[in-house]
């Protein structure tokens, strides 16, 4: 019902010739730079201002080469591929991280703003979290763990947390595989787009203003936190992100320890979001995960969907972003998301620490800290 309601989405813009889909737009218009041998991280000519708003291409050469597939399609079409693969990798995150999926978890998905917004954006994040999920928490053995968390980060860079994952919790040729298939899936596009690559790699990969501003309050980044805060010196910056780094390293070695990969990986993909340098809120589509890890746990799950609804950012005033650093307020609703990992961090290590380390004999059973 879902796929079918969003196919009447599609097919009604289609036919009204009305802008749907901003980052699928982007996709697609990225492939065809390659197709016609135009310069891929320079305005993108087969962009409609009106659907993308002239955004540029932010993603590594090889992400272009596997859109190729969506040139060819109406920009429409290609939103509805993206948004039908975020429905069912939504659906597979949920089951795995929950087991079963609860009605009541399931009900609450369409009011995270995470997901809505994941959704009318076109944004391929969820597909990447799936890919990312199947690797890390694969139902059953596989002969090629590592291949699909190297080709997510070959796509999209922040999933190369996700490798040193894998290192942290023992799983060294899976880790050695991941990096592998990152480097060579890198080589392919640098074959391919020799130009573009050298462009990418020598600037286009640190250049924020590429993709936004960061101190607008959808970015819910450590960086963003701190612009906002009016603390610009990239030194802070680089000073909390290695502490966070540190923190989530001892955490997901004590999940691994404790027989929980997936309260491990959670920690994972929260770091990711906290020290990147731009997260807006569709990255942490993560949520999903996290809302399945807490079914049964109705008090936590509904703290969680009353702020990942985003009606704390929703209240900041439209323009306010750097006079927040002058209301207390103000702080505490522009950086929700941001605040909650970094507490939730911190009872997490707390707890840890005053629990002793026992493995439980089925390695499937989680620890309940919340």
Same mark, same amino acid.
Not at 251 to 265: K, N, Q, S
């Given at each position: 019902?879902?796929?079918?309601?969003?196919?009447?989405?599609?097919?009604?813009?289609?036919?009204?010739?009305?802008?749907?889909?901003?980052?699928?737009?982007?996709?697609?218009?990225?492939?065809?730079?390659?197709?016609?041998?135009?310069?891929?991280?320079?305005?993108?000519?087969?962009?409609?201002?009106?659907?993308?708003?002239?955004?540029?291409?932010?993603?590594?050469?090889?992400?272009?080469?596997?859109?190729?597939?969506?040139?060819?399609?109406?920009?429409?079409?290609?939103?509805?591929?993206?948004?039908?693969?975020?429905?069912?990798?939504?659906?597979?995150?949920?089951?795995?991280?929950?087991?079963?999926?609860?009605?009541?978890?399931?009900?609450?998905?369409?009011?995270?703003?995470?997901?809505?917004?994941?959704?009318?954006?076109?944004?391929?994040?969820?597909?990447?979290?799936?890919?990312?999920?199947?690797?890390?928490?694969?139902?059953?053995?596989?002969?090629?763990?590592?291949?699909?968390?190297?080709?997510?980060?070959?796509?999209?860079?922040?999933?190369?947390?996700?490798?040193?994952?894998?290192?942290?919790?023992?799983?060294?040729?899976?880790?050695?595989?991941?990096?592998?298939?990152?480097?060579?899936?890198?080589?392919?596009?640098?074959?391919?787009?020799?130009?573009?690559?050298?462009?990418?790699?020598?600037?286009?990969?640190?250049?924020?203003?590429?993709?936004?501003? @960061?101190?607008?309050?959808?970015?819910?980044?450590?960086?963003?936190?701190?612009?906002?805060?009016?603390?610009?010196?990239?030194?802070?910056?680089?000073?909390?992100?290695?502490?966070?780094?540190? @923190?989530?390293?001892?955490?997901?070695?004590?999940?691994?320890?404790?027989?929980?990969?997936?309260?491990?990986?959670?920690?994972?993909?929260?770091?990711?979001?906290?020290?990147?340098?731009?997260?807006?809120?569709?990255?942490?589509?993560?949520?999903?995960?996290?809302?399945?890890?807490?079914?049964?746990?109705?008090?936590?799950?509904?703290?969680?969907?009353?702020?990942?609804?985003?009606?704390?950012?929703?209240?900041?005033?439209?323009?306010?972003?750097?006079?927040?650093?002058?209301?207390?307020?103000?702080?505490?609703?522009?950086?929700?998301?941001?605040? @909650?990992?970094?507490?939730?961090?911190?009872?997490?290590?707390?707890?840890?620490?005053?629990?002793?380390?026992?493995?439980?004999?089925?390695?499937?059973?989680?620890?309940?800290?919340?």
């Amino acid at each position: 019902m879902v796929l079918a309601a969003l196919a009447g989405i599609a097919v009604y813009h289609w036919l009204e010739g009305t802008p749907l889909g901003t980052d699928s737009a982007v996709y697609r218009a990225g492939a065809l730079a390659v197709l016609h041998g135009q310069p891929l991280y320079e305005p993108l000519s087969a962009l409609d201002p009106k659907s993308a708003l002239e955004l540029p291409f932010t993603y590594p050469p090889v992400a272009a080469l596997l859109f190729l597939p969506l040139a060819g399609l109406p920009v429409p079409l290609v939103w509805l591929l993206l948004a039908a693969g975020s429905v069912l990798a939504v659906w597979s995150v949920l089951h795995r991280f929950a087991g079963t999926t609860p009605l009541v978890v399931l009900g609450a998905l369409p009011v995270l703003e995470p997901v809505w917004r994941l959704l009318s954006l076109g944004q391929i994040n969820a597909v990447l979290m799936v890919l990312v999920v199947a690797d890390v928490l694969p139902a059953r053995t596989r002969r090629y763990g590592g291949v699909l968390v190297g080709l997510a980060a070959a796509v999209k860079l922040t999933p190369l947390i996700f490798i040193a994952h894998l290192f942290l919790t023992g799983r060294r040729a899976e880790g050695w595989r991941a990096l592998a298939t990152f480097f060579g899936a890198s080589a392919v596009g640098v074959l391919v787009l020799p130009g573009d690559s050298w462009r990418y790699w020598s600037s286009a990969v640190v250049d924020n203003r590429n993709a936004g501003s @960061v101190d607008w309050v959808l970015d819910q980044s450590l960086h963003g936190l701190l612009v906002r805060l009016g603390v610009t010196s990239i030194a802070w910056y680089a000073a909390l992100a290695a502490l966070c780094l540190a @923190v989530a390293a001892i955490l997901v070695r004590d999940f691994h320890r404790r027989g929980d990969p997936r309260a491990a990986l959670l920690v994972s993909a929260g770091c990711a979001l906290l020290v990147s340098p731009l997260s807006w809120t569709h990255h942490w589509i993560w949520v999903v995960a996290l809302a399945g890890y807490l079914a049964g746990r109705w008090a936590a799950l509904a703290g969680v969907v009353a702020v990942f609804t985003g009606r704390a950012l929703a209240a900041v005033p439209e323009g306010a972003h750097r006079e927040l650093a002058w209301d207390p307020f103000q702080v505490v609703l522009g950086n929700a998301y941001v605040l @909650v990992a970094l507490a939730a961090g911190v009872v997490l290590t707390v707890r840890l620490r005053l629990r002793p380390a026992t493995k439980p004999a089925d390695a499937t059973t989680d620890v309940a800290l919340f």
